[in-house]
């Protein structure tokens, strides 16, 4: 048996950190098995896309371009900014990551409204910043309360925009707001995962916020819209010396050939891309409608999710959901996040939720 002193050269930190929890397959009835549990895209590669990853598959026995120069110059020409201003990561947690790598340290403390992306709190953790969290009021971030956590310790502000779990936005006059009392000593990361999904006309694009504004960063990613959640490509636009900061945490490479190849071929594909991403929009407002047609509250959401608050009754509905062989995305206590499927799989969900005896958590 081992004994407590063998793991003493582990950090004390990882005894209050619990693993992140992807989310999970499920088997219903009759073997269906519907995953709404994860915000992916339910749909596959593009026929280029998967042109451009057997292309590169023929090629795994050489190493990938660590600064991935080709992929980086694509992503400065898409958003109209320089080349020293874009970073790439692992996905968008890995350049949330090395963000924290780059600035966080104990002593500095790192802010985020709550609840918010789950990442946010286990990486402040490792990196042994402190966490200090604002409440979301109806559903999305309070900025006042966001802006009074900051201290002379901030180092970094995420906001989630749209948020996630609960799919809200803030609007750009409340963000610009906010952004203009920000002091100088803190970055002000936006995080926009589900950008290509936003419809709302006020809400802004994060990459005309940061152009003017040295302490403003931006996160994308190609796992969402883009459909490449298994190649694991995310990019951050910001000013030099951040941009700088995350290529110098970023492990070598980190962003494999295949998924600097899928993302290039994406690019390139984007406007075939962004049809799906309105076939997603359109099946997100029919779920939400039927929803609210049904009895449920449901807050406006800008993603590809839809967020119900359940509280107490949280998992006795995820529960009902696997049991009908749907998976969702349970947060025990508060409520759950349904990412938008094919329409097959989405009503799948809406027959658990019509038969629910409670609603809004009773």
Known sequence: MVSERNSAYLRAVLGSIPPYKPGRSVAGPGG??????SNESPYGPLPSVLDAVAAAATELNRYPDSGAAELTAALADRFRVPADHVAVGAGSVGILQQLLEATAEPGAEVAYAWRSFEAYPLLAELSGA????????????????????ITDRTRLVFVCNPNNPTGTVVHEAELTAFLDRVPDHVLVVLDEAYREYVRD?????????????????VLRTFSKAYGLAALRVGFLIGHPHVATAVRKTMVPFAVNHVAQAAA?????????????VAATVAERDRVRDALLADGWT???????????????????FAGSCEAAGVAVR???????????????DNDAFLAVARAYPERNGG
């Open 32 to 37: 269906r098995s519907v995953k709404l549990s």
């Open 130 to 149: 402190t966490s200090v969290t604002a409440p979301l009021a109806d559903e999305t971030h309070d900025l006042d309360a966001l802006a009074a956590a």
């Open 201 to 217: 006309p006020a809400v802004p694009d994060g990459v005309d916020l940061y152009r003017d504004r040295p302490n403003v960063a």
């Open 264 to 276: 290039l071929a994406s690019l390139d594909a984007e406007a075939e891309l962004l049809e799906r």
């Open 298 to 316: 449901v807050p406006p959401t800008e993603a590809n999710f839809v967020w119900l608050r359940l509280g107490p009754d949280t998992l006795d």
């Open 330 to 344: 349970p947060f025990a206590g508060e409520g759950l996040r349904v990412s938008i499927g094919t329409p097959e």
